[in-house]
């Protein structure tokens, strides 16, 4: 069945300095990518995705990139501040019905 | 900035209990959805609800769940008969149009089966 990938599951970085989580996705239908920032008491919360006929997306700091022939998919974030520190979810959908096949998630921790 | 909201935030309840989780989608919103996550493991989809008929729903959404959305802004989730393992946050989202995929998200409902 559809499944979604993530890694790793814990990441921990000092301010200022890059962040990269991944994602692999099983069904090859999939044609959009979502991630999601969760902070502690609070929904996941839409920061950036792409759909399947772009290769990369940048919104300031946060960059994801796409790569169709692989299955995967990876959120980069640079110049990490502590405010960043957050658990990560990427998702994706093949449906077109809202169902999100989420991956299992990335605690990132940014040190002072 | 328009949120989704839920209520209660926590429910604790005894096994074979019926409970209902309550959601405000965002007021322009058409598309609505319930998803939940067991402790430690991904959050996972239940049903998605438009047009006030189920979209799609998942294995894990069987008899014992159903959703209404019983006026212009409430949208609700009923496990009927509670067993230990509905234990979970539930987390409702809704968009605004389903070609967007945009899915905003509530807090989540902390619901706990003794």
């Known amino acids: 069945g559809e499944n979604v990938e993530q890694h790793p599951s814990t990441l921990s970085v000092q301010e200022g300095d890059s962040a990269v989580i991944k994602c692999t996705y099983s069904?090859?239908?999939?044609?959009?990518f979502p991630w999601y920032k969760q902070e502690l008491g609070k929904g996941p919360q839409l920061i950036i995705d792409?759909?399947?006929?772009?290769g990369e997306k940048k919104d300031q700091r946060i960059a994801v990139t796409l790569n169709k022939t692989a299955k995967h998919f990876s959120l980069h974030i640079t110049e990490t501040q502590p405010e960043d520190s957050a658990v990560y979810f990427c998702?994706?959908?093949?449906?077109?019905?809202?169902?999100?096949?989420f991956g299992q998630g990335t605690t990132l921790q940014v040190k002072p | 900035e328009p949120e989704v909201t839920q209520t209660p935030s926590h429910q604790v309840t005894q096994m074979g209990q019926e409970v209902i989780l309550r959601c405000v989608p965002i007021?322009?919103?058409?598309?609505f959805y319930w998803y939940r996550q067991i402790l430690g493991q991904k959050v996972e989809f239940l049903v998605s609800?438009?047009?006030?008929?189920?979209?799609?729903k998942s294995e894990i959404f069987d008899d014992q769940f159903s959703v209404e959305r019983p006026d212009g802004s409430n949208f609700t989730l009923k496990i009927r008969s509670t067993k230990l393992e509905d234990s979970a946050m539930y987390f409702c989202?809704?968009?605004?149009?389903?070609?967007?995929?945009?899915?905003?998200f509530g807090s989540g409902t902390q619901l706990s089966v003794l």
């Open positions: 989202a809704s968009s605004p149009n389903i070609a967007d995929e945009k899915l905003f």
């Open positions: 069904d090859s239908a999939s044609n959009y």
């Open positions: 792409i759909r399947s006929n772009v």
């Open positions: 998702a994706a959908s093949s449906s077109n019905t809202g169902k999100l096949i």
């Open positions: 007021s322009n919103h058409l598309y």
């Open positions: 609800f438009y047009n006030n008929e189920i979209s799609e």
